[in-house]
């Protein structure tokens, strides 16, 4: 049985057993369009057209689920309806949707990131193949299917060509198993591991999404994440009391209380964030760069998050030359990939790094931290 987390209800976050793949099942839920107004009527939401537009496609899949199945001994199960591949810049609402959607279901669901979920099937046909399984993907895809109607992922990306090599299978058989497949992606489905190797083996993987799944853009003009944050505050020393307080307000904020933990896996290292929430994430600086980490696995964490709230940063110097040289590599990636970075710390940029080798070098990291914290970091003319 798959580990990992079975939400179905997002406003209390039911949580399934750690050893039990199986969903809880709501009954009696409203459409998505009616919890979308419901949300607008509580201030939680800002009414957006190109939200608005998408809200039909979300619906389709929840009508047909809801229709009543006929049983019978010689009776052909109907087909599942088409799945979902809602695709945008980041801060555009797509996360938020599809929690509504979850939240509407009537039927056994998961809602996962997509990299988390990719973790548990590799770990799944691991154990298989070292028990002399042949075809591991197959039971373990069975088991998916079995206990699941609805797959809702968050995020869609592959970046490790372990994913890149069984997704297509993988998923195929959770099709034919009348699995159905909701999810967002910050990517067009033909910029999916692009550039990545043995590419050309992935390609059908591709084609079964557009297959499968009907393709939607949420063009959006608006980052409702950068709404949330603008004109706040993003760093805060020193990271006392009060900074505490601040980061906790913010946190509120951008995930209303929903959290889980998000690990990531980077060639047999495992990167774990401990607070995580629709690409917002939450670490203290030691969870970070306490741990022997590299440019490797900052990457795959900038990749992974769009927002990082990072805690206690201290002092840098002699002391804890190790860490001041993976704060700056951290740094590099989140800086690179336009992540959103709210920080508290001993004192401000300028002043963490004030003497030792490497204080030098430090400087354009300050620059770096100091420019992340202006209103329009990470804005871009594209949305992305």
């Known amino acids: 049985m798959f580990l990992g987390l079975a939400i179905n209800d997002r406003d209390t976050a039911r949580v399934a057993p750690r050893h039990c793949f199986r969903a809880s099942v709501c009954t009696g839920m409203p ?21 608005e537009e998408a809200l039909p496609e979300f619906e389709r899949i929840r009508s047909e689920l809801s229709k009543p199945r006929k049983k019978g001994l010689f009776r052909k199960a109907p087909e599942p309806p088409k799945g979902l591949y809602i695709w945008g810049g980041v ?20 809602r996962v990131h997509f990299h988390a979920f990719m973790q548990e099937v590799q770990g799944e046909i691991h154990k298989l193949r070292e028990k002399g399984h042949e075809d591991p993907i197959k039971p373990v895809a069975k088991d998916v299917s079995d206990s699941i109607k609805v797959l809702a992922f968050d995020e869609m990306q592959i970046t490790d060509i372990a994913d890149a090599m069984i997704v297509g299978r993988f998923f195929e058989r959770l099709f034919d198993a009348g699995c159905v497949v909701v999810t967002t992606s910050n990517r067009v489905p033909d910029d999916l591991y692009k550039d990545g190797l043995n590419r050309e083996l992935f390609l059908p993987f591709i084609e079964l999404i557009k297959e499968r799944l009907v393709v939607h853009e949420l063009a959006s003009e608006r980052d409702h994440r950068q709404d949330r944050l603008s004109g706040s505050q993003v760093y805060f020393a020193p990271a006392n009391a009060e900074a505490r307080a601040d980061m906790d307000r913010i946190w509120q904020e951008l995930t209303h209380g929903e959290e889980d933990t998000l690990t990531l896996r980077v060639k047999g ?62 740094v590099d990636a989140l800086y690179e990939a336009k992540v959103r970075l709210i920080a508290s710390a001993a004192d401000e940029p300028e002043s963490l790094y004030v003497e030792g080798r490497g204080a030098f070098e430090f400087e354009r990291t300050a620059s770096r931290l100091r420019e992340m914290q202006s209103e329009s970091w990470g804005v871009s003319s594209d949305g992305d």
Request: hydrophobic share 40%; charged share 25%; proline share 5%.
């Open 269 to 330: 290292r495992e990167v774990t964030l401990p607070r995580y929430h629709n690409g917002v994430a939450r670490a203290s600086f030691y969870d970070l760069c306490g741990a022997a980490l590299g440019p490797g696995d900052y990457l795959a964490l900038a990749e992974a998050v769009r927002v990082l709230l990072l805690e206690n940063i201290p002092r840098l110097g002699r002391s804890n030359f190790n860490e001041a040289k993976r704060f700056v590599t951290l």
């Open 91 to 110: 801060g555009r609402g797509k996360s938020m949707l599809m929690d509504l959607f979850v939240e509407s279901l009537k039927v056994p669901a998961r």
């Open 31 to 51: 459409s998505v369009s009616d919890l979308y107004e419901a949300r607008l009527e509580e201030g939680r939401l800002t009414r957006d057209p190109a939200q």
